[in-house]
């Protein structure tokens, strides 16, 4: 045994080590000559130790000249609802051999900035996209639908993430607009709506999350600013009236109708009603389980309203039948999915309002309505942001209450 520097730190290392243990370079003797059969690894395929929080290395399936994958940026994902959780990461690169990656990941803990200084926001776009999709477990509806918004910042794609600005990211969304690659508009300019404004400075919140995570910028400037009330139109809820909902309820039988009467009675949002899988649904313990877009309204139970039953059986019976993963869905698959996207939710709702007279709402009403309903009904507060999904504000209820489904169904049942 004789003693080497490190090419990395200068350091005293043995020639027999596989690393050097004052930086964790990896030295990489030649094993010593062995009798019998040779080994199965090489010193190439050596499984390197990595600190605790650095990454991790993955050796891909099949025949490549890169098979080795390093992840960077572990964080733990917990899912309450099911009592699992498991380690998420970042793609780094993918390598020729272990002891690359090895290096790679290494070099990207001890300089995290340094490999990311020249992405531009396409390419952060191309990076957050799909780790975000996978690890909420999103469907690739949605995947479609960031995608179309991120469509509308083009004058961003070449800027990089560290040479953006506030003002340059409102002018951006101010100005947004894009090439229409379908319909009447069919290759020509058509400006973002409010509303699709107001999604694109969701989209970017997010996005820009992601690059002070990465440490490429210090500040999410997109939360520095707002595109302001007028320019979004925010609109309030509009609650069914009486009237309305009796008529909703005689021409049940409709999907779009129905789905609404379902909301009446569970504080759905439309997005989160139509993703609702069938093996979420319990008929044994009359429950059913969802939810997206906030940590408190992911994964939460809630009561089937005898009310609502009947029309929750119908439609789970029908996906059985054609084979639909989703309770409520289309009658038939459309470019490989039974899902709807939130513009056709929007249109054929609004469709069939119209037939029946009813003007002026939105999906998002019946979850307006739900909880007008609850509110008079006395239900008690904290069941009805709970069922709704919302956060719970008080330390007390948050942290020390602890219900049973069965007060919720009490609670729950007192809408008529």
Not at 140 to 161: A, G, H, T
């Amino acid at each position: 045994m004789a003693l080497i520097l490190c090419p990395e730190c200068n350091g005293n290392v043995s020639d027999k080590a596989a690393s050097c243990p004052h930086c964790g370079y990896p030295i990489c003797s030649p094993p010593a000559p062995r009798r019998g059969r040779p080994p199965k690894t090489t010193t190439t395929d050596m499984d390197f130790r990595l600190p605790n929080g650095y990454g991790t290395i993955k050796t891909l399936s099949g025949k490549r000249r890169r098979p080795y994958a390093a992840y960077v940026n572990p964080r733990l994902v917990l899912n309450e609802g099911k009592g699992t959780a498991y380690y998420a990461y970042d793609f780094l690169g993918s390598y020729s051999s272990k002891i690359d990656a090895y290096a790679a990941i290494t070099q990207y803990n001890q300089n995290p900035t340094a490999i990311y200084k020249d992405i531009t926001v396409k390419e952060l776009f191309d990076k957050w996209c799909p780790s975000y999709i996978k690890e909420n477990n999103y469907d690739d509806i949605m995947r479609k639908r960031y995608e179309n918004q991120f469509s509308y910042c083009s004058p961003l794609y070449k800027v990089k993430v560290r040479d953006t600005s506030p003002a340059l990211l409102k002018e951006t969304i101010e100005n947004a607009s894009h090439l229409a690659t379908r319909g009447p508009n069919q290759g020509k300019s058509v400006e973002a709506s409010p509303i699709i404004k107001g999604n694109i400075k969701s989209l970017l919140n997010m996005l820009f999350d992601y690059a002070v995570f990465l440490r490429i910028v210090t500040e999410n400037y997109a939360r520095t600013f707002n595109i302001g009330v007028e320019e979004t139109q925010k609109r309030e809820g509009c609650p069914y009236s009486a009237d309305e909902r009796e008529i909703l309820w005689k021409h049940s039988g409709s999907l779009f109708i129905d789905a609404t009467l379902v909301q009446f009675y569970s504080g759905w949002r439309p997005g989160e009603l139509f993703n609702i899988a069938l093996e979420n649904v319990d008929f044994q313990n009359l429950v059913f389980t969802g939810g997206i877009k906030t940590p408190a309204g992911i994964d939460r139970a809630i009561p089937i309203h005898t009310r609502i039953l009947p029309i929750v059986e119908h439609y789970y019976k029908q996906a059985l039948s054609i084979g639909r993963p989703v309770l409520f869905g289309r009658p038939a698959p459309f470019k490989g999915s039974y899902l709807y996207n939130d513009n056709s939710i929007r249109y054929s709702l609004i469709k069939e309002l119209k037939a029946l007279g009813i003007t002026g709402h939105l999906p998002h009403d019946g979850r307006h309505t739900f909880s007008t309903l609850a509110k008079k009904a006395g239900m008690d507060d904290y069941a009805r942001k709970k069922l709704m999904g919302h956060s719970i504000k008080d330390l007390t209820d948050k942290v020390y209450t602890h219900l049973d489904m069965e007060w919720f169904r009490q609670e729950l049942e007192k809408i008529k």
